[in-house]
């Protein structure tokens, strides 16, 4: 459990449990390369969450890179309700946090970690969404989105 850890912590067990791996390999070099390896599934599924909770509610999904940026793009310009909206962006964050729990401690921690930063952009936008109204929908654009407001 790592609930009440703070990310120095974190990243010190991480540091301790990945340094016998790779014997004589400089220790920075182990930090980003294990982080880089764990990173492409998390990425992948993060994505493909957002993209299965968007099918769900009849949206059309199309998966992509951007550099080094993955992304999920609804294609069938669709407006979805507000509360819809925000959870298909808080779903990778609401679905992964909670299975971290589960995988041994500076495992779990860290892909929680990895996860939660790869959610801020997704928690950025779901709180932009806070000052329209209720009712709005919500059209998904590469650029972000565009929001309809008609009663
Ligand atoms: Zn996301």
């Not at 599924?45 to 993209?51: A, C, F, Q, V």
């Not at 407006?79 to 041994?104: G, M, N, R, Y």
Request: hydrophobic share 50%; with cysteine; aromatic share 14%.
């Amino acid at each position: 459990m790592f609930l009440g850890k703070t990310v120095d912590i974190i990243l010190i067990d991480y540091i301790i449990a990945i340094t016998p791996y790779l014997p004589g390999c400089n220790i920075i070099i182990k930090f980003y390369g294990f982080i880089i390896i764990l990173l492409i599934p998390i990425v992948l599924i993060h994505e493909l969450i957002h993209g299965t909770i968007y099918t769900i509610f009849g949206g059309k999904v199309r998966y992509g890179f951007k550099g080094v940026y993955a992304y999920t793009q609804e294609i069938s310009e669709i407006p979805i309700e507000k509360k819809k909206f925000v959870l298909i962006l808080l779903a990778p964050l609401i679905i992964i946090s909670p299975i971290t729990i589960l995988a041994p401690n500076w495992f779990g921690e860290l892909i929680f970690l990895l996860n939660l930063l790869g959610s801020s952009g997704d928690i950025y936008m779901a709180i932009t969404l806070v000052k329209y109204p209720v009712y709005c929908k919500i059209i998904d654009r590469s650029y972000g989105y565009d929001v309809i407001v008609e009663k």
